[in-house]
């Protein structure tokens, strides 16, 4: 049975920091992963992702504020983020797939999916 479980989600004061962690059981040969985010009313919007040399992407609503890693010993994906603002406020999921270390921004090519936390940001 394949599991992403993501947590370290919570209520934050603008500019502060959280670290969301995503550990992974049961995933065959995983290559890219990355962290999606959706917001009240809007799209699931990809926010990051990590191929399985650890060459990453982000999003430029994100991009030198948010930090993804891996650990492929313990299969962890890891988010840490700072600078937090009220735009980051979402629910995050983490995301994987395992037929190619292409990281594709389209949802629906990543089998895998954790069941979300929530990141909320107040002013």
């Known amino acids: 049975q394949v599991q992403l479980v993501e947590s370290g989600g919570g209520s934050v004061q603008a500019g502060g920091s959280l670290r969301l962690s995503c550990p992974t059981s049961?995933?065959?040969?995983?290559?890219?992963m990355g962290w999606w985010r959706q917001a009240p009313g809007k799209e699931r919007e990809a926010i990051t992702t990590?191929?399985?040399?650890?060459?990453?992407w982000y999003a430029d609503s994100v991009k030198g504020r948010f930090i993804v890693s891996r650990d492929n010993a313990e299969k962890i994906l890891y988010l840490q983020m700072s600078s937090l603002n009220v735009e980051d406020t979402a629910m995050y999921y983490c995301?994987?797939?395992?037929?190619?270390?292409?990281?594709?921004?389209?949802?629906?090519?990543?089998?895998?999916w954790g069941q979300g936390t929530q990141v909320t940001v107040s002013s």
């Open positions: 990590i191929d399985g040399e650890s060459r990453t």
């Open positions: 995301a994987a797939r395992s037929s190619s270390d292409y990281c594709s921004l389209v949802a629906r090519f990543y089998e895998y």
């Open positions: 049961g995933l065959p040969q995983t290559r890219c």
